[in-house]
């Protein structure tokens, strides 16, 4: 069994900075790639930044520029950094893996979330 727990969220205001990580722990074989996904109140969870196994990234629109993925401890760790913060950027960021926790069977994996609240 793997599990994923986020920390770092809470209340920040605009402008400001926030680091939200990930720790990846459990029979972990491989990691395909980590990412983090965000929903706000009556919207869709939509993909915020993903990192794959070959360390490239990908980032939605609305944060290229602002945040930033990246892996530690040997990839079992996946912060997002996140700067100049905007109040749309409020919601519950959850921390996503594709991770190989058998031979030849790969899952996808969710934290419980971590609130980012934007307010001044």
């Known amino acids: 069994q793997v599990q994923l727990v986020e920390s770092g969220g809470g209340l920040v205001q605009p402008g400001g900075s926030l680091r939200l990580s990930c720790a990846a722990s459990?029979?972990?074989?491989?990691?395909?790639?980590m990412a983090w996904y965000r929903q706000a109140p009556g919207k869709e969870r939509e993909l915020v930044a993903v990192?794959?196994?070959?360390?490239?990234?990908k980032y939605a629109d609305s944060v290229k520029g602002r945040f930033t993925i990246a892996t530690t401890n040997a990839r079992n760790t996946v912060a997002l950094q996140m700067t100049k913060i905007l109040p749309e950027d409020t919601a519950m960021y959850y921390c996503?893996?594709?991770?190989?926790?058998?031979?030849?069977?790969?899952?996808?994996?969710w934290g419980q979330g971590t609130q980012v609240t934007v307010s001044s």
């Open positions: 459990g029979n972990i074989l491989s990691i395909d790639h």
């Open positions: 996503n893996g594709l991770i190989q926790s058998e031979p030849r069977r790969w899952t996808q994996y």
């Open positions: 990192i794959n196994i070959d360390d490239s990234t």
